[in-house]
């Protein structure tokens, strides 16, 4: 997000940071600890990055859309490569990350011309 209106501060930066370390002493015995940081991120990104997104196409593209979500995604995955499949680190079910879906209802929004977060 450098260059562009969305950049995030270090305040922010250190507030992604401790929700992390936080949610860390909430892991389950049968949650993997790469998949916890995983959601984490994941959660703040939704609270933190994508809240800040609004406007028209002028500012907000499809495009850039996409490329956001393919970075979260693949810095997900990074973390955990699991993250995305059925497997036994998340009960056995695939992990949907929020931020993807909240990215997808962005874009159908700003079809109509504009989109934020709380569309």
């Known amino acids: 997000l450098d260059k ?3 950049k995030v501060a270090y305040r922010t930066r250190n507030e992604l940071l401790l929700y992390v370390v936080n949610n ?5 015995d049968d949650e993997l600890e790469d998949f916890v940081i995983a959601r984490a ?3 703040i990104t939704c609270m933190k990055i994508l ?3 609004e406007g028209d196409e002028t500012k907000v593209s499809a495009n850039f859309l996409d490329n956001l979500g393919n970075a979260i995604k693949s810095g997900l995955v990074e ?3 699991d993250l995305l499949q059925a497997n036994k680190s998340h009960k056995g079910d695939a992990y949907q990350p929020i931020s993807l879906d909240k990215l ?5 929004r700003l079809k109509s011309g504009y989109t934020s977060f709380w569309g």
């Open 79 to 81: 973390i955990d490569k």
């Open 4 to 6: 562009t209106p969305f």
């Open 104 to 108: 997808d209802e962005m874009k159908e």
């Open 51 to 53: 809240t800040r997104i």
């Open 41 to 43: 991120l994941d959660e």
């Open 24 to 28: 860390l002493s909430w892991k389950t």
